[in-house]
């Protein structure tokens, strides 16, 4: 999210809606001086979480919960009533009167579909039990659980087993939503018990044991049991084929998947989507069609499937619109909405968002909703959703008079609200965008004072936090410290409480800023600055427990991971960074004092973990596996450079075998410094000269390694290992240049993306095998012939042992075929490839068609039931990174990691033909000598084409990196 800036001052305005907290009452006033606002990502991944929640897809962003789809309705079993308790007869007759409006609410959406995960319970008569579903439905979990525990003590005095055992499990689910962990696993224990202990199980029982298993599941996944959620899931699947209902079992298909994914088994779980998709298209255009199709959508989109997802959610739309069903019209509208803004498309978005809010207008009165006696406004909930969800768009993409035209119809629907969820996260929603308004944050104060004050009526902690929360935000961007840090505390304990860790480590950075925002109110050894590193680290803890569900289960987080997730960690390793410089030192660039020993190796740590959430992030799947390692126990001669982009400087740790951490910064604007790296890369096009490439190319060196010259020297190193941050990524530190020559006329060179995640070996010259592939013609219109990959491949051949798979003969089936077949220490594939921040876009071709990134790995690993030993040496030599694309580069880190090979040797850019081949044919010679590593072989190579006056310019021989084991 951009930096909120404040377009204008501000001047005092009156006080806002008090509301009593344990602060005793505090008034909400807004300072009139108010200077430039600080970066506030929380509100953006706080607004991005609330706008699901009011979508219908999720049930609640619990870090473990799993995000229900919209419901279908099951419309086949009907259960026995229950009977009121007698005396309670104006109890029931309020309740009715109640349900009736709740029936009307539930109608156009339902936010929380009940508690079968996929599928709501069948309707049923009984009054208490179908009053209870709708207060669920509308998020007034606290009543609905008093209703249903009222309920299930009514079913076990009538001796009516099988309803008690249903209702208990409905409860389980109402607790787990209020963060009652304990109430919940006693909800389900005792549903359980229940129907295991009654031995006679008809089918109308087995659906009822199937239900609840569903249940089961649906809270082993909120507890991160993925692996018994999974199990659970298989049994209610297997008890919904006995009982002959195919609605049930593709229920808990979808809800398998999302335990799949959640386990990193992306594959499996694919593989049961795509089953579902072959079912639901077997099946005639019907309401529970549209709305399979919508589950299966929203399934696909929750697994990171974006393409697939849109396409499976405009199915829905058409068959909801053949069969005339204005609900999964709306629904559909609303998640394709949500799919277009999530693939950065925001007017298509917009145009879904619209179209769902115009379906309401053509409903009859039995969809109109009244909310309040003698309230003449009638709300549409899901145009109010459709209308927020417009409202947020159009402010992000800076569109200011049409959201100001749109505010007033959103008000008047909201102000119209009963208390209960929906309102309070439509307030917060609402409140986020305001923010953003020029003027808009005195009304955000009163919406988030009312949204407080309605989440504690419904006893709903969840959204007690996030209303608290944001109210603290509003004061950490209107400067008022006390008062922000107050309300965070309060809305993190009670986070805490609920186990609800996805929005913890929100309050946990947003109180890490509030205590040392931007370094300016506090010092390093003061209790601020303390408190402050002690709460972004509790904040990166709570990341790393929960990484898994952000990246597998959540994706909307991940679209907006370089703001909710990256500056947390920057943001520490500045703190951790802390220089003491005077201001005459800053202004002269000089190195500043070095940190502790101690904040240090938590900033590496950081370094090497944010790496790690970046690719798990671009992977959508947590599910590397890191590997701690000392330098000194990998290359005795090698040193590790560690540069982190920051706001205000560029920060650097050196680590030197057997030697204590070393730190220098440079201290520029962020701008300056990617301005700067932009153009060396723009630099080291074929047609540039000297004098406009060496001037960037030395001035980086001085950033990145100038200042370790002396500790480099005496130490003896060979090897520099560069973990790159950012843009960094997309330049080859062999290029720079220190006023006399190239750093790899110096130093053997490879990058990595962390001690971490190398496997070090070396690779002995008695282990040469190859499998080489390429393509010298071309079979792609968009691709043009590379003639020299003939003439490359055939001179590889001539030294090394090897199988040769060439045009017509390069096949991902003839690939796949030979590395089944035999054990290749290294695969070299000549071929046009793509790498690029975007995970669908990175790529390699064969004759056949393009491998992406998973399909590589496959192929790749194709071989592992049977041999144990990864590849040694994968070559990608034709390849480049995405033009345009800033962080291209981390999709060639992601095949260096993925395709489970120890090394990638791959190009930045495409190369010409013959330089390439001469490399090539170069660097196997060094490498079959056996008395250089990897990045020596490597380093000799290019400086034997550097001494050919044809070859001398970077074009040709900077773009080879070497990823990963260097040895």
């Given at each position: 999210?951009?930096?909120?800036?404040?377009?204008?001052?501000?001047?005092f305005f009156s006080k806002l809606k008090s509301y009593?907290?344990?602060?005793?009452?505090?008034?909400?006033?807004?300072?009139?001086?108010?200077?430039?606002?600080?970066?506030?990502?929380?509100?953006?991944?706080?607004?991005?979480?609330?706008?699901?929640?009011?979508?219908?897809?999720?049930?609640?962003?619990?870090?473990?919960?799993?995000?229900?789809?919209?419901?279908?309705?099951?419309?086949?079993?009907?259960?026995?009533?229950?009977?009121?308790?007698?005396?309670?007869?104006?109890?029931?007759?309020?309740?009715?009167?109640?349900?009736?409006?709740?029936?009307?609410?539930?109608?156009?959406?339902?936010?929380?579909?009940?508690?079968?995960?996929?599928?709501?319970?069948?309707?049923?008569?009984?009054?208490?039990?179908?009053?209870?579903?709708?207060?669920?439905?509308?998020?007034?979990?606290?009543?609905?659980?008093?209703?249903?525990?009222?309920?299930?003590?009514?079913?076990?005095?009538?001796?009516?087993?099988?309803?008690?055992?249903?209702?208990?499990?409905?409860?389980?689910?109402?607790?787990?939503?209020?963060?009652?962990?304990?109430?919940?696993?006693?909800?389900?224990?005792?549903?359980?018990?229940?129907?295991?202990d009654n031995q006679k199980l008809t089918t109308n029982?087995?659906?009822?044991?199937?239900?609840?298993?569903?249940?089961?599941?649906?809270?082993?996944?909120?507890?991160?049991?993925?692996?018994?959620?999974?199990?659970?899931?298989?049994?209610?699947?297997?008890?919904?084929?006995?009982?002959?209902?195919?609605?049930?079992?593709?229920?808990?298909?979808?809800?398998?998947?999302?335990?799949?994914?959640?386990?990193?088994?992306?594959?499996?779980?694919?593989?049961?989507?795509?089953?579902?998709?072959?079912?639901?298209?077997?099946?005639?255009?019907?309401?529970?069609?549209?709305?399979?199709?919508?589950?299966?959508?929203?399934?696909?989109?929750?697994?990171?499937?974006?393409?697939?997802?849109?396409?499976?959610?405009?199915?829905?739309?058409?068959?909801?619109?053949?069969?005339?069903?204005?609900?999964?019209?709306?629904?559909?509208?609303?998640?394709?909405?949500?799919?277009?803004?999530?693939?950065?498309?925001?007017?298509?978005?917009?145009?879904?968002?619209?179209?769902?809010?115009?379906?309401?207008?053509?409903?009859?009165?039995?969809?109109?909703?009244?909310?309040?006696?003698?309230?003449?406004?009638?709300?549409?909930?899901?145009?109010?959703?459709?209308?927020?969800?417009?409202?947020?768009?159009?402010?992000?993409?800076?569109?200011?008079?049409?959201?100001?035209?749109?505010?007033?119809?959103?008000?008047?629907?909201?102000?119209?609200?009963?208390?209960?969820?929906m309102a309070v996260y439509g307030r917060i929603n609402?409140?986020?965008?305001?923010?953003?308004?020029?003027?808009?944050?005195?009304?955000?104060?009163?919406?988030?004072?009312?949204?407080?004050?309605?989440?504690?009526?419904?006893?709903?902690?969840?959204?007690?936090?996030?209303?608290?929360?944001?109210?603290?935000?509003?004061?950490?961007?209107?400067?008022?410290?006390?008062?922000?840090?107050?309300?965070?505390?309060?809305?993190?304990?009670?986070?805490?409480?609920?186990?609800?860790?996805?929005?913890?480590?929100?309050?946990?950075?947003?109180?890490?800023?509030?205590?040392?925002?931007?370094?300016?109110?506090?010092?390093?050894?003061?209790?601020?600055?303390?408190?402050?590193?002690?709460?972004?680290?509790?904040?990166?803890?709570?990341?790393?427990?929960?990484?898994?569900?952000?990246?597998?289960?959540?994706?909307?987080?991940?679209?907006?991971?370089?703001?909710?997730?990256?500056?947390?960690?920057?943001?520490?390793?500045?703190?951790?960074?802390?220089?003491?410089?005077?201001?005459?030192?800053?202004?002269?660039?000089?190195?500043?004092?070095?940190?502790?020993?101690?904040?240090?190796?938590?900033?590496?740590?950081?370094?090497?973990?944010?790496?790690?959430?970046?690719?798990?992030?671009?992977?959508?799947?947590?599910?590397?596996?890191?590997?701690?390692?000392?330098?000194?126990?990998?290359?005795?001669?090698?040193?590790?450079?560690?540069?982190?982009?920051?706001?205000?400087?560029?920060?650097?740790?050196?680590?030197?075998?057997?030697?204590?951490?070393?730190?220098?910064?440079?201290?520029?604007?962020?701008?300056?410094?990617?301005?700067?790296?932009?153009?060396?890369?723009?630099?080291?096009?074929?047609?540039?000269?000297?004098?406009?490439?060496?001037?960037?190319?030395?001035?980086?060196?001085?950033?990145?390694?100038?200042?370790?010259?002396?500790?480099?020297?005496?130490?003896?190193?060979?090897?520099?290992?560069?973990?790159?941050?950012?843009?960094?990524?997309?330049?080859?530190?062999?290029?720079?240049?220190?006023?006399?020559?190239?750093?790899?006329?110096?130093?053997?060179?490879?990058?990595?993306?962390?001690?971490?995640?190398?496997?070090?070996?070396?690779?002995?010259?008695?282990?040469?095998?190859?499998?080489?592939?390429?393509?010298?013609?071309?079979?792609?219109?968009?691709?043009?012939?590379?003639?020299?990959?003939?003439?490359?491949?055939?001179?590889?051949?001539?030294?090394?042992?090897?199988?040769?798979?060439?045009?017509?003969?390069?096949?991902?089936?003839?690939?796949?075929?030979?590395?089944?077949?035999?054990?290749?220490?290294?695969?070299?594939?000549?071929?046009?490839?793509?790498?690029?921040?975007?995970?669908?876009?990175?790529?390699?071709?064969?004759?056949?068609?393009?491998?992406?990134?998973?399909?590589?790995?496959?192929?790749?690993?194709?071989?592992?039931?049977?041999?144990?030993?990864?590849?040694?040496?994968?070559?990608?030599?034709?390849?480049?990174?995405?033009?345009?694309?800033?962080?291209?580069?981390?999709?060639?880190?992601?095949?260096?990691?993925?395709?489970?090979?120890?090394?990638?040797?791959?190009?930045?850019?495409?190369?010409?033909?013959?330089?390439?081949?001469?490399?090539?044919?170069?660097?196997?010679?060094?490498?079959?000598?056996?008395?250089?590593?990897?990045?020596?072989?490597?380093?000799?190579?290019?400086?034997?084409?550097?001494?050919?006056?044809?070859?001398?310019?970077?074009?040709?021989?900077?773009?080879?990196?070497?990823?990963?084991?260097?040895?």
């Amino acid at each position: 999210m951009r930096k909120l800036l404040l377009k204008r001052s501000l001047s005092f305005f009156s006080k806002l809606k008090s509301y009593n907290t344990t602060c005793l009452g505090f008034k909400l006033l807004i300072s009139g001086r108010i200077r430039a606002l600080v970066q506030n990502l929380t509100k953006k991944v706080s607004l991005t979480l609330i706008l699901f929640a009011l979508l219908g897809t999720i049930t609640a962003f619990g870090v473990h919960a799993l995000p229900s789809v919209e419901s279908l309705q099951h419309p086949r079993v009907e259960l026995n009533g229950g009977m009121r308790r007698q005396g309670d007869a104006e109890t029931g007759r309020r309740r009715d009167r109640e349900l009736g409006e709740l029936e009307k609410l539930g109608k156009t959406t339902e936010k929380f579909p009940i508690p079968n995960s996929q599928f709501p319970i069948p309707k049923q008569p009984t009054t208490n039990n179908k009053f209870a579903q709708q207060l669920y439905h509308n998020g007034r979990f606290l009543e609905a659980a008093k209703v249903w525990s009222e309920t299930a003590a009514t079913f076990a005095e009538q001796g009516d087993i099988i309803n008690q055992a249903l209702v208990l499990s409905h409860l389980c689910l109402a607790y787990q939503q209020l963060g009652q962990w304990e109430e919940a696993e006693a909800a389900i224990s005792q549903s359980l018990s229940l129907l295991n202990d009654n031995q006679k199980l008809t089918t109308n029982h087995q659906f009822i044991l199937a239900q609840v298993l569903n249940n089961q599941g649906n809270l082993q996944l909120a507890q991160n049991l993925a692996e018994q959620a999974l199990r659970t899931w298989q049994k209610a699947e297997a008890t919904y084929e006995e009982a002959g209902d195919q609605v049930g079992i593709i229920g808990t298909q979808l809800n398998q998947a999302k335990a799949l994914q959640a386990l990193g088994l992306y594959r499996r779980a694919k593989t049961i989507l795509e089953t579902v998709e072959q079912t639901l298209a077997n099946q005639s255009d019907s309401p529970l069609k549209a709305a399979g199709l919508l589950n299966l959508g929203n399934t696909l989109r929750l697994v990171g499937d974006l393409a697939n997802s849109q396409q499976v959610l405009e199915q829905s739309l058409a068959v909801a619109r053949a069969s005339q069903s204005p609900p999964d019209i709306q629904a559909a509208l609303l998640s394709l909405g949500n799919i277009t803004r999530a693939q950065k498309n925001p007017a298509a978005a917009l145009e879904f968002y619209q179209q769902a809010a115009a379906v309401c207008k053509g409903e009859d009165e039995r969809e109109q909703i009244q909310l309040n006696p003698g309230t003449a406004q009638a709300v549409c909930l899901s145009k109010l959703q459709a209308q927020l969800n417009q409202l947020s768009l159009l402010v992000e993409t800076e569109q200011w008079s049409v959201a100001q035209a749109l505010l007033p119809q959103i008000k008047t629907q909201l102000a119209n609200l009963p208390p209960t969820q929906m309102a309070v996260y439509g307030r917060i929603n609402l409140a986020e965008s305001l923010m953003q308004l020029p003027g808009g944050f005195s009304s955000s104060g009163q919406l988030l004072a009312t949204a407080v004050q309605q989440a504690e009526t419904l006893g709903d902690p969840r959204a007690q936090s996030y209303a608290l929360g944001s109210l603290g935000g509003l004061y950490e961007q209107t400067q008022q410290w006390s008062q922000a840090e107050n309300l965070t505390r309060q809305a993190l304990a009670i986070a805490q409480g609920i186990s609800a860790q996805d929005i913890m480590y929100q309050w946990q950075w947003q109180l890490g800023r509030i205590l040392c925002i931007n370094t300016e109110l506090c010092t390093t050894n003061t209790e601020n600055f303390l408190s402050a590193i002690t709460a972004y680290t509790e904040a990166v803890k709570t990341l790393a427990s929960i990484r898994s569900d952000l990246v597998a289960i959540n994706p909307e987080v991940q679209f907006s991971f370089r703001e909710s997730v990256e500056p947390i960690y920057r943001e520490l390793v500045a703190l951790l960074l802390q220089p003491d410089a005077t201001d005459e030192q800053q202004e002269n660039n000089s190195q500043s004092p070095t940190p502790s020993q101690n904040n240090l190796k938590q900033a590496r740590e950081l370094i090497e973990s944010l790496q790690l959430a970046q690719l798990e992030n671009f992977f959508r799947a947590a599910c590397l596996e890191a590997k701690p390692q000392l330098i000194d126990q990998i290359d005795p001669t090698a040193a590790v450079i560690y540069p982190i982009i920051l706001p205000e400087r560029l920060a650097v740790i050196l680590s030197l075998p057997g030697q204590p951490l070393h730190h220098y910064s440079t201290f520029l604007p962020e701008p300056e410094v990617e301005s700067t790296i932009n153009k060396m890369r723009q630099s080291l096009r074929r047609t540039s000269l000297k004098q406009e490439r060496l001037p960037l190319a030395q001035q980086i060196y001085d950033w990145l390694v100038k200042p370790a010259e002396e500790q480099l020297i005496s130490s003896g190193v060979k090897t520099l290992v560069f973990v790159l941050d950012g843009s960094l990524r997309n330049l080859p530190m062999a290029a720079l240049h220190d006023g006399e020559q190239y750093l790899v006329e110096k130093y053997s060179i490879a990058l990595t993306s962390g001690l971490q995640l190398l496997e070090a070996r070396s690779l002995e010259p008695e282990e040469f095998k190859a499998l080489l592939g390429g393509l010298s013609e071309s079979n792609q219109p968009d691709f043009l012939p590379l003639p020299g990959v003939k003439s490359e491949l055939e001179q590889i051949a001539a030294k090394v042992p090897s199988q040769l798979l060439l045009n017509q003969e390069f096949t991902s089936d003839s690939l796949q075929a030979e590395i089944a077949r035999t054990s290749f220490p290294v695969v070299h594939l000549a071929t046009h490839g793509q790498f690029s921040s975007n995970l669908e876009e990175t790529f390699i071709l064969t004759w056949n068609r393009k491998i992406k990134i998973e399909g590589l790995r496959d192929l790749l690993r194709s071989r592992e039931s049977e041999l144990s030993e990864p590849i040694e040496l994968l070559i990608l030599s034709a390849c480049q990174t995405a033009s345009g694309d800033q962080r291209a580069a981390l999709g060639l880190a992601g095949v260096a990691v993925r395709s489970g090979a120890r090394s990638t040797l791959a190009t930045l850019w495409s190369v010409q033909d013959q330089s390439t081949a001469n490399l090539m044919v170069q660097f196997y010679q060094e490498l079959l000598q056996g008395k250089f590593t990897r990045a020596e072989a490597l380093r000799r190579a290019q400086l034997a084409l550097l001494k050919q006056p044809q070859y001398q310019h970077p074009f040709y021989w900077a773009p080879f990196v070497l990823v990963g084991n260097w040895l």
